[in-house]
């Protein structure tokens, strides 16, 4: 007996869109049965780090955003999908040594609020952390008081650069970081230190930065730990494992299958499922989700998941390219696809993201990207529908 | 030079209190700083879920809770520590199979929504689950038609009671779970199944038990996943590490530290931390935490850490008993403590819920729990503050 499964997700970020098949496994009953969870717990979790980073990276406008969310991630190999995650999603560094160390990315980090605490004072936690770090040296200057903190490090920037070092720049972690932002930067132009980068963290999120940037904040650098690593206003992407089709032996035909709910968004799609993107004008036009016993030819004819009056006739000769978003990764239990590394994916995602309209990216009442099923599959859904309940 | 530093943070929850140390640590610099991150990762998240597990466990009023929340975790650690902290909060057992393994949690769950689609139709797909698990047998009914699912549910429930055994229940994982319940109820009452268990899922958390309960739900077993394992509402506990003081060698006096920050609860707190718990009517009382080099003795004054102007004064004879609430688990690299099962913990977590009165566990506007400095320690943090600050 074989198993055509699918997982689907309904997250709220704009890498992954309705309902869309996110993998696809076909194998015997018992093995697709087997790695149901592990498949689920993995492709959830990442994907949903993945867009929230996108998310938080596009608040930042191409400035960079380093991930410091280990301390708040679920265990070592939590905290090591969400670094990879936040990574593959457009984040430049991360501040998870393993992380880096595991997955080839950059590590990046300040000193704690305890160095300066250590010493006697935070002129002289400053000059040793110099000392220690001439060429790396960010200085965070919010243990006592901000802005006098800022001056500090101007003074040992300033002996630093006497000593053929130059200071990296400060991070501020607490307060108004709009207002501290500008002061400190005012301070740090006058001192002639205009390179001198401002990191700024403290509970952020695509929100906050697009708010802070609204408001003439002056950071440069955004660490972003919990919200990020937790995927904090929607910490859970509901992707779910439904078998679509099944079939006796390798040879017989497939017998759709589809499992009903009176929550129409519960409602599975049979089939052994592909998706494929459009591109009109070099932009993503919609993603059709067809059956690749049956797939489109020459017209593209969708129809939307939720509401079947709403439809998209799209012609073949409107198109500029289109390709198939679901491609093989294991074959006959062994990986055909080719391990890749952290840093070409989030160059592929980085690519694929400029490909949507910004109007599908936006925060605020995004525009709906359309994903439907090709018409026959949804005709064929219908009439499985139909026969289950009796009609 | 010795570190002093304890781990202390504000959740929304009952069992941790407002900026309340967790953990304190105390030994070599570097010792301390190298595994602040573990701990922070490790403290934060458990304590975290344990927390929600025992505000569904309580909204279910002794009803068994299972924990389904493995698809959703951050990978195998994430989920082995959910399932841990939710079984020490008061769930009743979880579908995580490894977690019931390691660390003794028993294990429940139903077959899946594959499980029926595999088969030609629902009732033989019941008929071969009663076959393969007599005497365990829940069943899915709602992938096609929920009610209908009970009637055949039924149906084999009595073939089954034929053959000498027993129907366990039934479980619900879509729909409106009210009125799905009441009906189940009435259709398994009428068959002869006053026993038989309504269980039931689909994206619950306490707010959603609290709810069905008031609207007369028969559902005596409660399914939950995504939102217990991710603490969905409140993804992250904000706990830190904080240096709290530090000595030059181990016989030299104690350096009280205090971060400042513009935002008040982000101050530190100095001292070497302990917390103990005064109970009054063998009821919690109020929670002091103190220095160790100087503790409450027979008068307790308390001191609001928000508002100094808030203040309690509790009389030594009026009270019924008091407990350090940090205890020593390391000492000079060795685990003095002991190992506890999970099943030991999780009977502590529950006497040590009944000890809080009511009004102080209820979701909705509970009752501020006392928590405060010491007097003594209150006036340390101040003039420490005050000299900071150059006033």
Redesign the interface.
Same mark, same amino acid.
């Given at each position: 007996?074989e198993?055509s499964?699918d997982i689907h997700g309904v997250p709220e970020g704009t890498i992954v869109f309705p309902h869309e098949p996110l993998i696809r496994v076909q194998g015997p009953?018992y093995q697709c049965?087997l790695i149901?969870?592990m498949l689920?717990?993995?492709i959830?979790?990442e994907t949903l780090i993945a867009t929230k980073a996108a998310r938080i990276c596009q608040a930042a406008q191409g400035e960079p955003v380093l991930e410091f969310g280990?301390?708040?991630?679920?265990?070592?190999?939590?905290?090591?999908? *969400?670094s990879r995650a936040a990574y593959i999603g457009g984040c430049a560094a991360t501040s998870n040594v393993l992380a880096g160390k595991l997955f080839d990315i950059p590590v990046k980090g300040t000193h704690?609020?305890?160095w300066i605490?250590?010493f006697e004072s935070e002129l002289v936690a400053f000059e040793e952390y110099a000392q220690s770090m001439p060429n790396n040296c960010v200085f965070l200057v919010?243990?006592?008081?901000?802005l006098e903190g800022v001056k500090k490090a101007i003074e040992v920037g300033k002996h630093m650069r006497h000593c053929g070092h130059e200071m990296g720049g400060i991070r501020l972690d607490?307060?108004?970081l709009a207002y501290l932002s500008i002061e400190a930067r005012k301070l740090l132009d006058a001192a002639g230190f205009p390179k001198a980068v401002i990191v700024a963290s403290n509970d952020l999120d695509e929100h906050l930065i697009e708010s802070l940037k609204a408001q003439g904040a002056t950071i440069s650098v955004w660490g972003v730990g919990?919200k990020l690593s937790? *995927?904090?206003d929607q910490?859970?992407?509901?992707?779910v494992?439904?078998?679509s089709a099944?079939r006796e032996g390798k040879h017989d035909p497939w017998n759709y299958?589809v499992?009903?709910?009176?929550?129409m968004e519960?409602i599975s799609t049979p089939g052994i499922l592909q998706v494929r993107r459009v591109y009109i004008n070099n932009q993503a036009h919609a993603d059709i989700i067809y059956s690749e016993e049956c797939p489109p030819d020459d017209v593209f004819d969708l129809v939307d998941i939720f509401d079947s009056t709403r439809r998209k006739h799209i012609e073949y000769d409107d198109i500029d390219d289109s390709i198939d978003l679901l491609l093989p990764i294991f074959e006959k239990g062994k990986c055909t696809f080719g391990s890749q590394c952290a840093r070409y994916v989030r160059d592929q995602v980085a690519v694929g993201l400029t490909k949507f309209h910004s109007g599908i990216k936006r925060f605020a009442n995004p525009h709906e990207y359309p994903v439907g099923l090709e018409k026959g599959l949804h005709e064929k859904k219908q009439k499985l529908i139909m026969e289950?309940?009796g009609h």
């Open positions: 007996m198993f499964c009953l049965q149901e969870t689920l717990n993995t959830n979790f280990l301390r708040r991630a679920q265990g070592i190999d939590g905290s090591l999908s *969400a704690a609020h305890s605490m250590c919010d243990t006592y008081d901000t607490s307060g108004d919990t937790t *995927a904090y910490p859970a992407l509901g992707g494992y439904k078998l099944i299958k499992k009903l709910s009176e929550q519960k289950l309940r």
